[in-house]
């Protein structure tokens, strides 16, 4: 489990999201993921207060905080598929999906519950 933090860029033009990076790891926070799409910045930390707070004194506005699944997957093809395709059947609604560090993919959904219960069932 973890938290995603996401904010809109000022300005979508080169350096927008050298500078998030950089007030983050200024304060100490380690990024864990992050994704960057039209100006919305996604981001997962293993402290989220540490980076919200960081954030915010930065001078950026969290858009949306979310709870998400943080998921370790082998490294190898179809990986990803197969974890998409059990959320698919239990009719999980994705919101977004992204790479994280160790090879784990961070996936926002509609149904925290029903999404955890889908991945804890493909283990028996």
Known sequence: ?????????????????????????????NIEGIAEIEGVVH??????????AALRAGGYTIDGELEVLVVPMTDRPGELSMIMQRLADA??????VYLATDTRVVIGVDDITRARAALDSSKN
Do not use: K
């Open 91 to 96: 009719s999980v609604n994705l919101r977004f």
């Open 43 to 52: 981001v997962l930390a293993r402290d989220p207060g540490a980076a919200r």
């Open 1 to 29: 489990m973890g938290r995603d933090l996401a904010l809109r860029l000022a300005a979508d033009r080169p350096g927008e999201l050298a500078r998030v990076a950089q007030t983050l790891s200024s304060s100490g926070v």
